[in-house]
Nanobody
Framework: QVQLVESGGGSVQAGGSLSLSCAVE???????MAWFRQAPGKERDFVAA??????????EYADFVKGRFTISRDNGKRTVNLQMNDLKPEDTAAYYC???????????????????WGQGTQVTVSS
């Protein structure tokens, strides 16, 4: 059984910071993990991903968060985290963590390549 639980969302002023965390119950260390976000009435968009540590732990970011957000993982604690700095109003969305459908695979920005999802945590950035 696999369960992903996000936490850390909230409301902040533009320029502020939040740290999101996703706790994973089930297999974790051999999977690429990712964060996506979805605003009301919008598509679910890729934010960041991180590969399994034994095959390099490479990270990748959407252009609109590059330099502001940092994804990391702690295989011992079984968490994937998203440090969000310099937040902008357009970052307002529900943020979801996700696990790739297959083990030992690389970066993907496509939601269809992820089969396990958390319930989401809301991030609201006011101007």
């Amino acid at each position: 059984q696999v369960q992903l639980v996000e936490s850390g969302g909230g409301s902040v002023q533009a320029g502020g910071s939040l740290s999101l965390s996703c706790a994973v119950e089930g297999s974790f260390s051999m999977y690429t993990m990712a964060w996506f976000r979805q605003a009301p009435g919008k598509e679910r968009d890729f934010v960041a991903a991180i590969m399994p540590t034994p095959i390099g732990g490479r990270t990748e970011y959407a252009d609109f968060v590059k330099g502001r957000f940092t994804i990391s993982r702690d295989n011992g604690k079984r968490t994937v985290n998203l440090q969000m700095n310099d937040l902008k109003p357009e970052d307002t969305a529900a943020y979801y963590c996700a696990r790739r459908s297959s083990t030992w695979t690389g970066i993907s920005s496509f939601a269809d390549d992820y089969s396990q999802w958390g319930q989401g945590t809301q991030v609201t950035v006011s101007s």
